[in-house]
């Protein structure tokens, strides 16, 4: 059984300026993981969030898919509520910083 999918804009540009609505969606804190993505223009964040998210509805999840304002075709993230997880674009414009850093090294 297939889980049931969301879409929004989290943050859209308006005539009063911009309106984020991101911290309302899963705060750091509450969340048990987050995963942020980086990496330049066009390397494929968003297919691989999206392909993510599509096999994770297959498998029966509920998923929301957050879509960019800015471009239609990109992902700025997904978040699987049920779970607490989300996973999201932290590159620029929509910058990330974590509450806490976990550095993994040899």
């Known amino acids: 059984m297939a889980?049931?999918?969301?879409h929004m804009y989290p943050g859209n540009n308006t005539p009063e300026g911009f309106f984020s609505y991101y911290q309302y969606i899963l705060s750091q804190k509450e969340a048990?993981?987050?995963?942020c993505i980086k990496g330049g223009p066009g390397v494929g964040k968003s297919t691989f969030m999206r392909k993510i998210g599509e096999t994770l509805l297959k498998e029966g999840h509920d998923v929301d898919f957050m879509h960019c304002s800015s471009d239609n075709g990109s992902?700025?993230?997904?978040?699987?509520?049920d779970k607490k997880i989300a996973m999201i674009d932290g590159t620029a414009p929509h910058a990330v910083v974590p509450l806490f850093i976990i550095s993994i090294s040899n």
């Open 32 to 35: 048990d993981k987050i995963i």
């Open 75 to 81: 992902l700025d993230g997904i978040v699987l509520r």
């Open 3 to 6: 889980g049931t999918e969301r």
